[in-house]
C-alpha cells in the first residue's frame, strides 16, 4: 500500500498533538511535517509536495484560506480543513477542498474525510495515467487529442517514422544535422538551439514543430523550453520541490520542471 504523505498545520500545539495520534491508526497516512503557522505551512508544502495536508483554518497572520491561495497550482497537495467553526465549511469547499473536519475531531469523522481522501488519489493517479497514455500517443502521432480518440475508436493508429537528419538553413546553406547527435534543444524566441558536442546551430522554428520530427523514444520534453535527447543523459541529480537536474555525457547541466517529471520516470 502506497503511503499519503500528510503535512499537519495548526497553531496549536495541542490539537496538532491530537491529530497526529488520531491519524497513527491509519497505516497509510505517512506524517512528514508539522507546522504551527501558515508561513511555515508553505515553506513544507514547497519543501515536501505532500499529498495531503489537514490545515487549520483560523491561525494568525496567514490563515488557511490565504495557504491556500499562495500555493503554485502545480505543487498544490489535497487539503482537508480544519476548523472550530462550521461556518467555514462553505468557504472550505469554495476553495476545493477534498472534506473539513469540525474541532473536536470525532474519530468516525476523520476516518470519513481520508477515505474521500483516498478516492481523490485514486482518481487523480487514473486521471494522470490516462493523461500520460494521451500525451505519449500525442507526440508520436502529431496528432490532437479528439483525433487519436476517433482513430482509437476505429484501431487506426499507425507508426509514424522519423527523420535521421534535421535541415538547418542559415545564409544560404543547409547543414543536415543527424539526430543522433543532437544533445539538447531549448528554445529562445523564434529561434530553436540545437546543441550538438562540437556546434550549436540556430534553427527557425517553434518547438512544437520541432518535437513533430524527433522520436519520442529519444527526444523528450524537459522544460516547456527545452528539449533532451534521453540517449546523452550520464546522471539524475535530484533537486528541491521534486525537480532535477539532468547532466549530458558532454557536460551540460539541464533542469527538469517537476510536471515533466514523468515523461522521463524509467530512467530516474
Not at 500528510?6 to 491529530?19: H, K, P, W, Y
Not at 478516492?119 to 486521471?127: F, P, T, V, Y
Not at 482509437?152 to 534535421?166: H, L, R
Not at 539541464?254 to 522521463?264: A, E, Q
Request: hydrophobic letters at 40%; proline letters at 3%.
Amino acid at each position: 500500500m502506497s503511503t499519503i504523505r500528510t503535512l499537519i498545520v495548526d497553531d496549536e500545539s495541542l490539537a496538532r498533538r491530537g491529530l497526529s495520534l488520531r491519524l497513527e491508526k491509519h497505516i497509510d497516512i505517512e506524517i512528514i511535517a508539522q507546522c504551527k503557522n501558515g508561513r511555515e505551512a508553505l515553506a513544507a508544502i514547497e519543501q515536501h509536495s505532500p499529498d495531503l495536508v489537514f490545515l487549520d483554518i483560523q491561525m494568525p497572520g496567514i490563515d488557511g484560506f490565504e495557504v491556500v491561495r499562495k500555493v503554485q497550482a502545480d505543487n498544490m497537495p489535497l487539503i482537508v480543513f480544519v476548523t472550530a467553526f462550521d461556518q467555514y465549511a462553505v468557504d472550505a469547499f469554495e476553495v476545493h477542498a477534498v472534506d473539513y473536519v469540525l474541532k473536536p475531531i470525532e474519530d468516525q469523522r476523520l476516518t470519513t474525510a481520508i477515505e474521500r481522501v483516498r478516492h481523490h488519489l485514486q482518481q487523480q493517479g487514473e486521471n494522470n495515467q490516462k493523461k500520460r497514455l494521451m500525451d505519449l500517443i500525442t507526440n508520436i502521432t502529431g496528432e490532437s487529442v479528439e483525433k487519436i480518440d476517433q482513430m482509437i475508436a476505429s484501431g487506426d493508429i499507425t507508426n509514424k517514422s522519423y527523420p535521421d537528419k534535421i535541415a538547418i538553413k542559415d545564409r544560404g546553406e543547409t547543414t543536415l544535422v543527424p539526430t543522433k547527435d543532437i544533445a539538447w534543444v531549448d528554445a529562445a524566441g523564434d529561434y530553436m538551439c540545437v546543441h550538438t558536442d562540437d556546434a550549436v546551430h540556430v534553427l527557425r522554428s517553434t518547438m512544437k514543430n520541432l518535437e513533430k520530427n524527433l522520436d519520442p523514444n529519444n527526444f523528450q520534453r524537459i522544460h516547456r523550453s527545452t528539449i533532451v535527447n534521453l540517449e546523452m543523459i550520464e546522471k539524475v541529480c535530484s533537486h528541491i520541490n521534486g525537480e532535477y537536474y539532468l547532466v549530458l555525457s558532454g557536460g551540460s547541466r539541464l533542469k527538469m520542471s517537476r510536471g515533466y517529471r514523468d515523461k522521463i520516470r524509467h530512467i530516474i
